[in-house]
Each structure stands twice: as structure tokens, then as C-alpha cells.
């Protein structure tokens, strides 16, 4: 089963509001990532987790935490939402390390009102 | 940063035509994966070559670390072809950091 599963699909959050969104996988992969999607632009790589140790991209380092309480969930918070946060979330798992093939969620599609 | 850029940025075929995409990164990289995606679909991984080429089906993916290039090859390309395929770079051995371009937007024609 090569499932990541994301929740919610959809989110909808008002600005200045926490919003935490949830991933999973059952494959047992070593390295889960978040990225943001916004239309007609790369999917953004904020942060990834390789087993216990997170690495957050620079420019977004004090926008995003994230945890990873064991080796198949990981979420991302975002502490006060901005209009600038809404798009399109993507979690994804790999196995091992030196960037192998990564596994997509459906997403979670997060609108800030 | 790593950069990746992809080209074209959209292309337009008949049923049966063959497609190329390209792909460029800025750094090197230890492997460069396709992903496709369908309208409102998930990012599904297709291809992932350190270097050299790879075949799957009616894809070969071919990556020349050295010039930092990477392509895409559709033969008899056919309608459900058709969505957005993006290239993404992974960095140096040890780092599991992989970093996608913007896409090629491929509509497939009957």
C-alpha cells in the first residue's frame, strides 16, 4: 500500500486563526516533507522530517512548525493564518535518505478568510 | 538556493505525436524524478533516475548530471496524457531535500 493519506481535503480558516493540518503513512518511510502549492507555481518545499530531525527552508522557517509524533504522522502547524497561506498543502513520504522516490497526499486545500 | 526550471511551459499535440520536456537544475543533483498530475489529482511519482536513462511504458527519462539536465521523452502520446509534468531535483547525498520546477502543461488532442 503506497498511501499518504492528508486531512482534512479541505480547510477553510480565518485570518489571525491557528490551522493544523494532519498526514499519515503506513509504509514505514523514513522522510515525510510538506510542500505549498499555489497555482501556476512550483510546489514550495517548507519543511521535511528525515526520522526524527526536522529541517525548515529558510524563508519560511518562522511561518511553519511541525511535528512528528512517531515514525507514520506528521502535521504542520501554522500559528495566525494569512491571507498569503491559502493554497494548496502537500505531504509526502520517502524511504531512506538521499531523496528517493516520494509518495503525494491528495492535499489539503486551505482557504484563509 | 537549488532552482529548477522546466521547458516549455505548455505544449499542445495531436493524438499519436511524440513529446519532449526539458528540465534544468542549477545545482547538482543526485537524482531527478518525474511526477504527473491530472487536473484536481494527486502529484503520482513516474520516473526517478540518478542519471542515464530510464524507460517506463511509453516514457524514457533521460538525466546528464554533468550539464545538469534532465528530459522527459512521450511516445504516441494519447489524450489521457494529458495534465501537468512536473520535474523535481534531489540534492546531495545526504540530504533527502528535493526541490520541483513549475511544470510543463501537456493538452493532447484528438
Known amino acids: 500500500d503506497t498511501t499518504v493519506k492528508q486531512n482534512p481535503r479541505y480547510k477553510l480558516a480565518r485570518v489571525g486563526k491557528p490551522v493544523n493540518l494532519i498526514c499519515s503513512q503506513t509504509?514505514?518511510?523514513?522522510?515525510m516533507y510538506w510542500y505549498q502549492k499555489k497555482p501556476n507555481q512550483a510546489p514550495k518545499l517548507l519543511l521535511f522530517?528525515?526520522?526524527?530531525?526536522?529541517?525548515r527552508e529558510a524563508d519560511t522557517f518562522e511561518k511553519f512548525q511541525s511535528s512528528r509524533p512517531n515514525n507514520s504522522f506528521c502535521s504542520l502547524y501554522i500559528g495566525s493564518a494569512g491571507l498569503e497561506y491559502s493554497a494548496m498543502y502537500l505531504c509526502?513520504?520517502?524511504?531512506?535518505?538521499?531523496?528517493?522516490?516520494?509518495?503525494f497526499g491528495a492535499g489539503t486545500r486551505l482557504s484563509v478568510l | 538556493g537549488q532552482q529548477v526550471q522546466q521547458s516549455p511551459a505548455s505544449l499542445v499535440l495531436q493524438e499519436g505525436e511524440n513529446a519532449e520536456l526539458q528540465c534544468n537544475f542549477s545545482s547538482t543533483a543526485t537524482r531527478l524524478q518525474w511526477f504527473y498530475q491530472r487536473p484536481g489529482g494527486s502529484l503520482v511519482s513516474l520516473l526517478s533516475n540518478p542519471s542515464g536513462t530510464k524507460h517506463t511504458g511509453r516514457l524514457t527519462s533521460t538525466t546528464v548530471t554533468k550539464e545538469r539536465r534532465g528530459s522527459l521523452h512521450i511516445s504516441s502520446s494519447q489524450i489521457t496524457d494529458s495534465g501537468t509534468y512536473l520535474c523535481a531535483m534531489g540534492g546531495s547525498s545526504n540530504t533527502n531535500k528535493v526541490v520541483f520546477g513549475t511544470g510543463t502543461r501537456l493538452q493532447v488532442l484528438p
Open positions: 522530517y528525515y526520522d526524527k530531525i526536522l529541517n
Open positions: 509526502a513520504s520517502s524511504r531512506g535518505q538521499g531523496a528517493n522516490t516520494l509518495y
Open positions: 509504509m514505514n518511510h523514513d522522510t
